[in-house]
């Protein structure tokens, strides 16, 4: 079976000395508008994803918020994973193995430098960088009970702002 798979990194947060925990970040201004612009770009490519998995950091939660908008997707039924806030590529690998098989698209809001080590550990050496509110799009070959192997997926596409990467 094979997955689509997209990773967003959220998109650009706020760093304020009244913010006590990473966690709580909040996006800033022109985060809201490059989620707003790669939620409209993806939405132009694909159709209703079928899972919304978001980190819990506000910074995450709030750019899944965002896409799900614009995707027609239930914001009530996005879902969080603790394992992806500072996820590095097992860890990922963990959370897209507990993807149901009845899942063909699922979309991962997280972030650096876990989403890019992970596309790199999937798909070979094809990200220096996903920058904030980037979307990687790959299909990745999914056994029930096994988890994907290195350079196992096909990279469709890396959008980094107003053009694919």
Same mark, same amino acid.
């Given at each position: 079976?094979?997955?689509?798979?997209?990773l967003?990194?959220?998109?650009k947060? =706020?760093?304020?000395?009244?913010?006590?925990n990473?966690?709580?970040?909040?996006?800033?201004?022109? +985060?809201?508008?490059?989620?707003?612009d790669?939620?409209?770009?993806?939405a132009?490519?694909?159709? @209703? *994803?079928?899972?919304l998995?978001?980190? *819990?950091a506000?910074r995450?939660?709030?750019?899944?918020?965002?896409?799900?908008?614009? =995707?027609?997707? @239930?914001m009530?039924?996005?879902?969080?994973d603790?394992?992806?806030?500072e996820? +590095? $590529?097992?860890?990922?690998?963990y959370?897209?193995?507990?993807?149901?098989? %009845?899942i063909?698209?699922?979309?991962? !809001?997280?972030?650096?430098?876990? !989403? %890019?080590?992970?596309?790199?550990? =999937?798909?070979? /050496?094809?990200?220096p960088?996903?920058?904030?509110?980037? $979307?990687?799009?790959?299909?990745? *070959?999914? @056994?029930? +009970?096994?988890?994907?192997?290195?350079?196992?997926? @096909?990279?469709? $596409?890396?959008?980094?702002?107003?053009? /694919? !990467?």
């Open positions: 079976m094979n997955l689509e798979l997209i967003v990194r959220h998109a947060s =706020l760093y304020n000395d009244y913010v006590q990473d966690v709580e970040r909040h996006l800033s201004d022109r +985060g809201y508008s490059d989620a707003a790669s939620a409209n770009w993806l132009s490519k694909i159709s @209703k *994803p079928d899972l998995i978001s980190s *819990p506000i995450a939660y709030s750019t899944a918020l965002i896409f799900a908008n614009r =995707l027609g997707y @239930k009530d039924s996005i879902q969080l603790a394992a992806i806030y996820a +590095g $590529v097992r860890q990922l690998l959370v897209i193995a507990q993807i149901p098989p %009845t063909g698209r699922a979309i991962l !809001f997280g972030h650096n430098p876990g !989403f %890019t080590d992970f596309i790199n550990h =999937l798909c070979g /050496p094809v990200c960088h996903l920058p904030t509110s980037g $979307v990687a799009i790959m299909n990745v *070959p999914i @056994k029930q +009970g096994e988890l994907p192997s290195q350079g196992s997926a @096909k990279l469709q $596409v890396i959008y980094s702002g107003h053009k /694919p !990467f």
